[in-house]
């Protein structure tokens, strides 16, 4: 099991997912701006990992806190939940978690002190839980997706890293071949930040699932050889309408399936889809510094002064996306109907 994050007496520890594969390396946040750093740097990175990352941080600081009122630890609350608000902007699963706890103050805030603090700390905890346990369920859902035997392509890192454990796409693989399914994973590199080289490589290789690394702009030719059978990816954001946004790279793999008829499945747990935006044009799209894309380990890779751009997200148009699978159910089109259904029982079930 990999221990991604996870909540400890002395602060949020992370696996320093920057230092991966080559070292295994970790690190304990103690301040809630340490998690708020270790968020915009990708120590911890992956919508549902940001999440809990968030939820922990706010649970730190409120923890943390030498304010003397419950008045004053909401005005301390709001600063925390406004600063690690503004680590990352794409993955809706941040604004999910701070709005989680949000809700969790204003419910208790006729509680002393010691308990609203405490409340805070195991709301986040659950979160923890949760994940796991949705991704487990979204890799049952998944698994009957996924062929008996064949090449399955992925892209980015959609695993136990991006989340508490066990992945949402990852998670679909590893129940597929927890059934008996032979599946050969193809890792897409990911550039610029190589969360597929890196992160998916390294964890399928613990797991012993057979993986093979490609570059990105190999996907195509893989596709056309024949070699892969079905694509799954991760997303950060899914829109009412079904439009996926998630790491920069997934629009053309999206648009290659359609091309050789290979199905698109988004694996994704119901923190990444927001009913409340209509479509993937109002999705704010992370832009990340240059040097991402300049520099591979330090070694500049193109001229000085030349113009760069570095988007760390694209969005998928629904149209492309075969299925979306997640902890309730799998979803097909038209995604307006089929995700709002899946919400309203979930409010039912609670
Ligand atoms: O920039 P990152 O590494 O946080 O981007 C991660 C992705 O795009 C993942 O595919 C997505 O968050 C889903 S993780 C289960």
Redesign the pocket.
């Known amino acids: 099991m990999i221990h991604t994050l996870e909540w400890t007496d002395s602060g949020v520890r992370f696996i320093d997912q920057t230092k991966l594969p080559t070292e295994e390396k970790y690190i304990t946040c103690k301040t809630y701006e340490e998690v708020a750093d270790a968020i915009r740097t990708?120590v911890v990175?992956?919508?549902?990992a940001?999440g809990v990352a968030a939820a922990m941080g706010i649970a730190l600081g409120v923890k943390n806190s030498r304010t003397e009122s419950v008045g004053e630890l909401k005005r301390e609350f709001d600063q925390i939940c406004d600063a690690i608000g503004k680590t990352?902007p794409t993955?809706v699963n941040l604004f999910w978690a701070i709005r989680r706890m949000q809700d969790k103050f204003e419910l208790l805030r006729v509680r002393p002190m010691p308990q609203i603090k405490q409340a805070l700390i195991e709301e986040a905890q659950r979160m923890h839980a949760e994940d796991i346990a949705a991704n487990r369920a979204m890799g049952r859902h998944g698994a009957t997706l996924m062929p008996a035997s064949g090449g399955v392509l992925t892209?980015?890192?959609?695993g136990a890293l991006?989340?508490c454990g066990y992945?949402?796409?990852l998670g679909v693989i590893r129940a597929a071949v927890e059934q008996g399914k032979k599946i050969h994973v193809y890792a897409d590199e990911t550039r610029p930040?190589l969360?597929g080289s890196r992160l998916t490589a390294w964890e399928l290789m613990k797991d012993g699932i057979p993986t093979t690394v490609i570059s990105d702009n190999m996907a195509g030719a893989m596709m056309s050889q024949g070699k892969i059978a079905a694509i799954v990816?991760?997303?950060?954001r899914i829109a009412a309408n079904g439009d996926v946004a998630?790491?920069i790279g997934t629009y053309t793999v999206a648009v290659l399936a359609r091309e050789h008829g290979i199905p698109f499945y988004v694996a994704?747990p119901f923190s990444t889809i927001d009913l409340d935006t209509p479509d993937g044009s109002s999705i704010p799209i992370e832009q990340r510094d240059p040097n991402e894309v300049t520099h591979i380990g330090g070694r500049q890779m193109v001229p000085e002064g030349v113009q760069v751009e570095n988007p760390?997200?694209d969005v998928t148009p629904a149209r492309y996306v075969t299925a979306i699978v997640s902890e309730r159910g799998i979803a097909r089109a038209p995604y307006g109907e089929s995700l709002r259904r899946l919400a309203e029982e979930m409010s039912v079930a609670g």
């Open positions: 990708m990175r992956g919508a549902p940001i990352r993955a892209h980015c890192n959609a991006a989340t992945g949402t796409a930040f969360q990816v991760g997303a950060d998630n790491k994704a760390a997200f």
